[in-house]
T-cell receptor, first 113, second 112 residues
Framework: SAVISQKPSRDICQRGTSLTIQCQVD?????MFWYRQQPGQSLTLIAT?????????ESGFVIDKFPISRPNLTFSTLTVSNMSPEDSSIYLC??????????FGSGTQLSVL | GQQVMQIPQYQHVQEGEDFTTYCNSS?????IQWYKQRPGGHPVFLIQ???SGEVKKQKRLTFQFGEAKKNSSLHITATQTTDVGTYFC????????????WGLGTSLAVNP
């Protein structure tokens, strides 16, 4: 198991601004993932955060909009850039061996006005 | 495209009744995972099944993986109010990419 600290837990932002979400894990993990969950919906993978190299983005998500950093094996950030109301969602970081037995952070509830 | 269908979408039961959610994949899976998300919370990993026909139990919860590794079920016996939440299945493709495909979830409400 892993203990994941994610912050902020929630934020209300103005359109056009950017928000950076941080994810800290209590142990070194191979794989870290960033998910988005619309209210009442399932989870959608945004990208896999790779340590020391560029993140791997899923279809429909681009680096300019969702830049990701992973400077070491215990920390990652996701930035939601140039926000619009459509970006209002819950953003979750998760860790696991490959995409199995995932542990999730507590999530960041983002509202864009 | 690859899909994992989950039914029902919602279920409302009286406390003490049983509950089952079903998961069906359009492709063969290498494993099936189940997660529970309480209202306002984050998904919590419950279990992973990897073998064809596998059945695992966790107290009142019984998980099953189909023989063809395309479907799965979660059965809760004698539901309690603490079982409230959304149950998601997710499976890794059996192919090379091993992409994780999530079901849409079943939301369970339990009347005390």
């Amino acid at each position: 198991s892993a203990v994941i600290s994610q912050k902020p837990s929630r934020d209300i932002c103005q359109r056009g601004t950017s928000l950076t979400i941080q994810c800290q894990v209590d142990s070194q993990v191979t794989m870290m993932f960033w998910y988005r969950q619309q209210p009442g919906q399932s989870l959608t993978l945004i990208a896999t955060a790779n340590q020391g190299s560029e993140a791997t983005y899923e279809s429909g998500f681009v680096i300019d909009k969702f830049p990701i950093s992973r400077p070491n094996l215990t920390f990652s950030t996701l930035t939601v850039s140039n926000m619009s109301p459509e970006d209002s969602s819950i953003y979750l970081c998760s860790v696991g061996h490959r995409e199995e037995k995932l542990f999730f952070g507590s999530g960041t509830q983002l509202s864009v006005l | 495209g690859q899909q994992v269908m989950q039914i029902p979408q919602y279920q409302h039961v009286q406390e003490g009744e049983d509950f089952t959610t079903y998961c069906n994949s359009s492709t063969t899976l290498s494993n099936i995972q189940w997660y529970k998300q309480r209202p306002g919370g984050h998904p919590v990993f419950l279990i992973q099944l990897v073998k064809s026909g596998e059945v695992k139990k966790q107290k009142r919860l019984t998980f099953q993986f189909g023989e063809a590794k395309k479907n799965s079920s979660l059965h809760i016996t004698a539901t309690q109010t603490t079982d409230v939440g959304t149950y998601f299945c997710a499976g890794n493709n059996a192919g090379n990419n091993r992409k994780l495909i999530w079901g849409l979830g079943t939301s369970l409400a339990v009347n005390p």
